[in-house]
């Protein structure tokens, strides 16, 4: 009975010119055997010197080889090629470019199933039997498989880090406290890892809790923008039938009606709309770093751990839903009520009855608001204090990408949006401020996105004199402003006016117009050396 063959080995069978199994083999005159291209390609480079030699012996010939294919070893070839496609491994099983692989396999290496701390290797799982099976491997620590390993190698002493330095807050090996640490506030990885696991659950529950009250304020607003529009069109249909009443009288009055209540429905939905899509991406940012600080507190490493241990900044405070209202009705019934009027009287009265433009500062001070400043918009020079109410011009200052972010100009907006009456100060120093309304679509980026240098925003600003911009036209402002501007926005009225405050209130500049949407207070900074600043004053 015959007996079965010796193993196949793939090396023998492969071209040591290609490293791949040999294509069409030819063997030459000294016993060796490469893929048919392979040879002829360097017989053809060394035609050009005169001379024929095998790649691997050395061994020079006469005059060039006539190659001819190795019946014989094509057989054995492709009988190897049919073996190993039936052993090989599936093909998940093989490590691609984000795969850990293992580091003890030759050839095609296979993904790791676990990473030992101890051994500072990765291994598949045929490979890491020995693990299991053997009491030498007993107390090694395995882990989910790692590309980091040796971030865990004390570059100093070239021992495995398993301490932290609370002093430099850093990870370190068991010989770093005899010398550069010495002295300092050490303890093992672990329990660091295991202090700052608690910081770690007790921010992911503040988030998770910031995520509930949040999504409570999202439906609500939802339903708040469900009912805008149907009271609206009621708004609407019963203006028209007052006007039907007199239209021999205020025909023209009642397309004008029904243009404010439009507009006034296209501002109430912008806000809305604004503050659900604020609510939205508060959740998905707070969502991500929950997911996050998932990942980290699942990581078993405790290097890792620390190595990816973020610091963490303040949760900001979750907006309350005592502050959403849903009332549509009130932003709408003055309309009635002065159509209604008009029925009566059949005078020419004006339809939203807006009120009259204070003169005092006590007057004023009865729209008074409270204004911050938003982080994500603020330029990368401009520092921000007091609360978030005051930014001063400083090179280097270090934020977070953030697509509301200007990237050009040295400018800051609110956090809040504006839709009605609201009186502000601002205290300015340096020789190059600014301050503006704005639509909150505004470009972030290029000479187009400064404030007055587009129509949607409008600017009063201080260099040498002063001067009002909108829509890249400069309008001179005779009266020279003191270092406190006030600002009236009566933003249903369209009336947008700036003032000069000291012991009385001397107008610069009004605007009349028609807002579309809600307004941001803008704060516009420039100073090269320093300096300048401006502050949203809080108003008692």
């Keep these: 009975m015959a007996q079965k063959g010796v193993g196949l080995d793939r090396e023998t069978f492969s071209c040591s010119i290609c490293l791949d199994l040999l294509k069409d083999p030819v063997t030459i005159p000294c016993g060796h055997s490469y893929c048919m291209i392979c040879i002829k390609r360097h017989f053809d480079e060394e035609d050009k010197k005169e001379t024929h030699s095998c ?135 672990a329990a660091e890892r295991t202090e700052r696991q608690r910081e770690v659950e007790g921010r992911r529950h503040n988030i998770q809790q910031m995520i509930q009250d949040k999504e409570k304020d999202v439906k609500l607003l939802q339903q708040e923008l469900k009912a805008i529009a149907p009271s609206a069109d009621k708004t609407v249909k019963d203006s028209q039938e007052i006007f039907t009443e007199m239209i021999h009288l205020l025909q023209e009055r009642s397309s004008d009606v029904e243009q404010q209540v439009r507009s006034q429905q296209e501002t109430e939905e912008g806000r809305v709309k604004e503050f659900q899509e604020k609510l939205e991406q508060e959740i998905t940012e707070l969502k991500k770093e929950d997911t996050e600080l998932k990942q980290l507190s699942d990581t078993e490493d405790h290097n890792q751990f620390l190595h990816n241990y973020p610091s963490p900044s303040p949760l900001s405070q979750s907006t309350h839903s005592s502050s959403i209202n849903i009332c549509p009705l009130r932003n709408f019934e003055d309309v009635k009520a002065v159509v209604t009027e008009l029925r009566k009287k059949l005078t020419e009265v004006n339809v939203l009855l807006s009120l009259p433009e204070p003169k005092t500062r006590g007057e004023f001070l009865k729209y008074s608001c409270e204004i911050t400043l938003d982080p994500n918009t603020a330029h990368r020079y401009l520092v921000l204090t007091e609360g978030n109410r005051k930014a001063s011009f400083k090179r280097q200052q270090y934020y977070p990408d953030h697509p509301d972010r200007f990237t050009d100009c040295y400018q800051v907006l609110s956090t809040e949006s504006l839709t009605r009456r609201c009186y502000w100060e601002v205290e300015w120093r340096g020789r190059v401020v600014g301050v503006a309304v704005t639509y909150k679509n505004i470009s972030r980026t290029g000479k187009e996105s400064g404030f007055g240098r587009n129509d949607k925003s409008w600017s009063l600003e201080y260099l040498r004199d002063s001067t009002f911009w909108y829509n890249n036209i400069q309008t001179p402002v005779s009266a020279r402003p003191s270092s406190r501007v006030g600002v009236f926005l009566d933003h249903r009225a369209g009336i947008l006016s700036f003032y000069s405050v000291s012991e009385t209130m001397t107008l610069l500049h009004r605007v009349q117009t028609t807002f579309t949407q809600p307004l941001y207070v803008g704060l516009w900074i420039r100073d090269w050396f320093n300096g300048s600043s401006a502050e949203l004053v809080k108003l008692k």
């Design 55 to 189: 790649p691997d012996c050395r061994q020079l010939f006469p005059s060039r080889p006539v190659l001819a294919k190795n019946t014989m070893l094509a057989v054995l070839v492709e009988h190897l090629k049919k073996t190993e496609l039936q052993a090989a491994p599936a093909d998940h099983c093989y490590a691609g470019p984000q795969d850990v692989a293992c580091d003890v396999c030759t050839g095609r290496k296979l993904k790791a199933s676990k990473s030992c701390l101890f051994c500072l290797a990765s291994y598949c799982e045929k490979h890491l039997e020995p693990h299991y099976k053997s009491l030498a491997f007993k107390q090694h620590k395995l882990v989910d498989p790692s590309k980091n390993l040796q971030e865990n190698i004390c570059s100093r002493h070239d021992e495995v880090m398993k301490m932290f330095c609370r002093t430099d807050q850093q990870i370190i090996c068991y010989l770093c406290p005899v010398d550069e640490h010495k002295g300092h506030d050490t303890v093992s990885a």
